[in-house]
């Protein structure tokens, strides 16, 4: 069953403190992402893992850093979340990291007040 | 890098009345443009894909067409139904680099 998770479905935080997302997915997909996505301004992209420990920055990257230790699981961390990062927050995996379907994860919805 | 434009944020069209949706890209070197779709308050799916070997595709009721010289792509939806309702959003990589989303469109299929 081609599948993507993501823990927790909703979360709310206080400004400065970690945050912790987590992805999984079962169909040993290399290439793993982490966008998130504001409205009215689409998916931004802010990291991409092609494998194991082989993670890079996407177009927005500051504030946040991953964790990829398994193929399956890939980990968002914000460090002293911030208030201007409430947002949903979508993992996606796909077979290679060019020219293929990526799977997306149900979605997080993070607020920091 | 590659920027991806879909020139429509919003379309409205009669239920069985077909919707086109306009993206435009910028690096000639892009080769695969898939469309994904996004109802309310969920996530994102795959819907089709065109890659640039060809210049027209077709799934059920989906046609992507693909003019690589004007470096534009469209998918169309025939006879649409209020299902098709959703936010679509085009994209575009080269094979070895990847993806570039655009922005969405909302379409809204009205009875």
């Known amino acids: 069953d081609m599948k993507v998770t993501q823990m927790p479905r909703y979360l709310i935080k206080r400004m400065g403190e970690n945050v912790l997302l987590e992805c999984g997915q079962d169909?040993?997909?290399?290439?793993m992402y982490w966008y998130r996505q504001d409205p009215g301004l689409g998916l931004q992209l802010i990291y991409i893992?092609?494998?194991?420990?082989?993670?890079s920055e996407g177009d927005i990257p500051k504030g946040y850093r991953v964790s990829r230790k398994k193929r399956e699981h890939f980990s968002l961390i914000l460090d002293s979340a911030k208030t201007n990062q409430t947002s949903v927050y979508f993992c996606?995996?796909?077979?290679?990291?060019?020219?293929?379907?990526?799977?997306f994860g149900p979605g997080t919805r993070l607020t920091v007040l | 890098g590659e920027k991806v434009e879909q020139h429509e944020s919003t379309l409205s069209v009669r239920e069985g009345d077909s919707a086109v949706i306009n993206c435009t890209y910028t690096?000639?070197?892009?080769?695969?443009f898939p469309w994904y779709k996004q109802e309310a308050g969920k996530s994102l799916h795959f819907v089709i894909d065109?890659?640039?070997?060809?210049d027209r595709k077709q799934s059920q009721r989906l046609i992507v067409l693909l003019d690589k010289k004007a470096k534009r792509f469209s998918l169309h939806i025939t006879a649409t139904q209020p299902e098709d309702s959703a936010i679509y959003f085009c994209?575009?990589?080269?094979?070895?680099?990847?993806?570039?989303f655009g922005d969405g469109t909302q379409l809204v299929v009205k009875p």
């Open positions: 169909m040993s997909h290399e290439t």
């Open positions: 996606a995996s796909s077979r290679d990291w060019g020219g293929y379907e990526q799977y």
């Open positions: 994209a575009a990589s080269m094979s070895n680099n990847r993806i570039f």
């Open positions: 690096d000639t070197a892009s080769s695969y």
């Open positions: 893992s092609y494998d194991v420990d082989s993670n």
């Open positions: 065109i890659r640039s070997n060809v």
